[in-house]
């Protein structure tokens, strides 16, 4: 057996996975990203990041090779312990939970979880112990609790799988289950589905079960296709020689995952099979404005590892969902080898709105894990996989599913929540109302720029009450800007206009404020200002920077509304934001329709103001300047940019 250790960060680690299997069909591969360990192997595909998958006899069997793998890595990434112990009272809930009377803890993080739990639990007594075997071994064979804080869980590999040992992964799993079933079950409007054990499924005809049972993995499949005739024959009767053959031809088909603010999601990706956006991967077919969503989430299943964007089970229900006149749009927040605990975690951290729906794919060892803390709700897909519907499905486990399959699949998950959806003709509006998300993220606290920014809001001593803000990136500055900002001040005491500083569009960020600065000159209630490194930036709003015309794109605007209504809003006393109505880019009209809705629940009034137009009578756009700016036409500029903005224009174009 061979170990190699490959980066998700190289662009062509999926190729380079073929190319090992092929000079070696023993060798395993570690996939390391973020300290999110993953390994595949001609034999299996196992998953090693925060929840350690791996039978007892292969990991005693297999421990000295493993531990020279992961010598270098850690079992947990710490910045994702740090998110949790400070998310609320998840943690002690959840210990609460274990009716203890006291609490061993040891570990390199001993000190930080011992101050956390003293603060927040002071109802437990709590002794910190040495990292000694012995001291630990003895402990829980007395039936007694041991949190283990070490970042490396192999440390303790004599007694890894006692239940009184606790390590921080298992704390990390075990508390956003508890989670799920005691408040975000109850929160939110939860549907989950439990996928069966191959042991459950009897449907599986001579040859799928020999191929189950032979464990090969599909990525072994794949690097032998058009080199093995069998293998090749095979793939295409299952996903088809179209399909096969592009899907095998393209480098890095398959996105890599990421932790951001604690959060595992999809990096951003954008190729013929797979769009990701935001953590999400496009669903097709959103052909109209939906009131509500439904947030799928789950592990490569509904990901959808071995097909294209438009036959993913989310984008299979979408085209269901509108064959029905349903008044949903669905989101594909699916992961390859997405453990729950992950799920709950993205699904919290969703801006969702009452009426909203999430549907959970579990396994059935997760379901189990929800049941003995009694959520007993879940519906089986055992019904669907027995049923002898399916055939020829997947090349090596059924969660791998080919497209006729995950039509069958979203047509019975439509069937078990149908009654629950709303009908376009049968909406009430004021249904769709979102969800405000009213606690601030320790994550924002803790940025050094969003700091510096409110430091630096706090430094202008605006006193006064009912203030408004527009945030704008007048590329360039037109009159259109002047008119809509004339008319929001006239509504407020004072009006602060925010210029995006992110240094991405055709006039630079210095330019533009400089444009701002000069044309609002005159008002007397106007403060012009940067809108800072985080709000308005790439960094939370990147799709605004990075414009598709395509409408299957997802907008996320969380980060962005939460940074606003919760951190600037208040140090401004901001009551109104004034934004531009907006006919023709796509984007913008969705970032527009995302804070009317949210807005109100922070008292915030939100106006739309309709487009201004010149003395032609047509709308004034930047883009139209820009257009302008290149065919040298002056006599339209002077209709359509104030003369300092004109002035400027012709000064750079001069250098």
């Known amino acids: 057996m061979r170990f190699v250790k490959l980066d998700t960060n190289d662009k062509n680690y999926f190729n380079n996975i073929n190319k090992i299997f092929l000079e070696d069909e023993t060798s395993v591969i570690v996939l390391c990203n973020n300290s999110y360990i993953t390994y595949h192997s001609y034999i299996d595909s196992v998953k090693v990041g925060y929840n350690p998958i791996i039978e007892e006899d292969k990991m005693q069997q297999d421990i000295k090779e493993i531990e020279n793998v992961w010598s270098n890595n850690t079992y947990i990434d710490k910045h994702r312990w740090n998110y949790l112990y400070k998310d609320n009272d998840k943690v002690i809930d959840y210990l609460r939970s274990l009716n203890l009377k006291k609490i061993y803890i040891t570990g390199e993080l001993s000190n930080i979880l011992y101050s956390y739990i003293n603060v927040y639990g002071n109802d437990f007594e709590v002794e910190v112990i040495d990292y000694d075997l012995d001291i630990v071994k003895k402990l829980i064979d007395n039936n007694e609790i041991v949190l283990d804080t070490c970042l490396n869980g192999l440390k ?9 040992l606790i390590s921080l992964t298992k704390l990390c ?3 956003e289950y508890y989670y799920f079933v005691k408040k975000l079950s109850k929160k939110l409007d939860i549907t989950v589905f439990e996928f069966p054990s191959t042991d459950d499924i009897t449907s599986f005809s001579l040859e799928e079960r020999k191929r189950l049972d032979s464990k090969i993995g599909y990525i072994y499949y794949l690097s032998k296709y058009n080199i093995d005739e069998e293998i090749t ?27 951001q603010n604690g959060i595992c999601r999809l990096a951003d990706s954008n190729n013929e099979f797979c769009r990701t956006i935001n ?5 097709t077919d959103k052909n109209r404005d939906y009131a509500f969503d439904i947030n799928f989430l789950g592990p490569c299943m509904v990901y959808g590892v071995l097909v294209d964007d438009k036959n993913t089970i989310p984008s299979c229900l979408q085209r269901i969902i509108n064959e029905n006149n349903r008044d949903y749009s669905v989101n594909n927040y699916g992961l390859r080898a997405m453990e729950f605990f992950e799920q709950v975690r993205i699904a919290d951290n969703i801006n969702s709105k009452l009426n909203d729906k999430f549907i959970f794919i579990v396994s059935k060892k997760e379901n189990e894990v929800l049941k003995s803390m009694g959520y007993n709700s879940a519906i089986s897909l055992l019904e ?11 090349i090596d486990k059924p969660a791998h599913c080919n497209s006729e399959a995950n039509d069958m699949i979203a047509r019975f998950i439509y069937e078990k929540i149908e009654k629950e959806l709303k009908t376009v003709d049968s909406i009430n509006h004021t249904l769709a109302i979102a969800i405000p998300n009213t606690k601030k993220r320790n994550i924002f606290g803790n940025n050094r720029y969003l700091n510096e920014y409110l430091e630096f809001l706090k430094g202008l001593n605006i006193n006064t009450s009912n203030n408004g803000a527009i945030l704008m990136n007048c590329n360039p500055f037109t009159y259109g800007h002047y008119k809509l900002i004339d008319y929001a001040r006239k509504e407020v005491n004072t009006l602060i206009v925010m210029v995006v500083q992110e240094d991405k569009s055709k006039y630079s960020f210095k330019d533009r404020y400089e444009m701002v600065k000069e044309g609002c000159k005159d008002f007397e209630n106007v403060v012009v200002i940067p809108s800072g490194k985080i709000f308005g930036s790439s960094m939370i709003f990147p799709e605004y920077f990075n414009r598709s015309e395509s409408t299957d794109v997802s907008l996320d605007l969380s980060i962005d509304q939460e940074i606003f209504t919760q951190y600037i809003a208040p140090v401004l006393n901001i009551k109104k934001r004034f934004v531009g109505q907006e006919q023709n880019d796509y984007i913008t009209r969705e970032y527009n329709k995302e804070l009317k809705r ?8 939100l106006i739309e103001i309709p487009r201004f137009r010149n003395i032609n009578g047509d709308e004034i756009s930047a883009k139209t300047v820009r257009r302008a700016v290149e065919e040298n036409d002056d006599e339209l ?3 359509l940019v104030p003369e300092s903005t004109l002035r400027l224009i012709k000064t750079r174009k001069m250098k």
């Open 279 to 283: 953590g999400k991967r496009v669903t």
């Open 384 to 394: 669907l996989y027995n049923s002898g519907v399916l055939k020829n499905y997947f």
């Open 598 to 605: 949210n807005l109100p629940l922070y008292g915030i009034e």
């Open 156 to 164: 303790l590999k004599e007694i890894l799988f006692n239940k009184n």
């Open 233 to 259: 024959k095979l793939l295409n009767s299952i996903y088809g020689e179209s399909f096969m053959t592009k899907f095998c031809g393209l480098e890095n088909i398959s996105p890599g995952t990421i932790i």
């Open 173 to 175: 799993e075990n508390v």
């Open 637 to 639: 500029l002077e209709i």
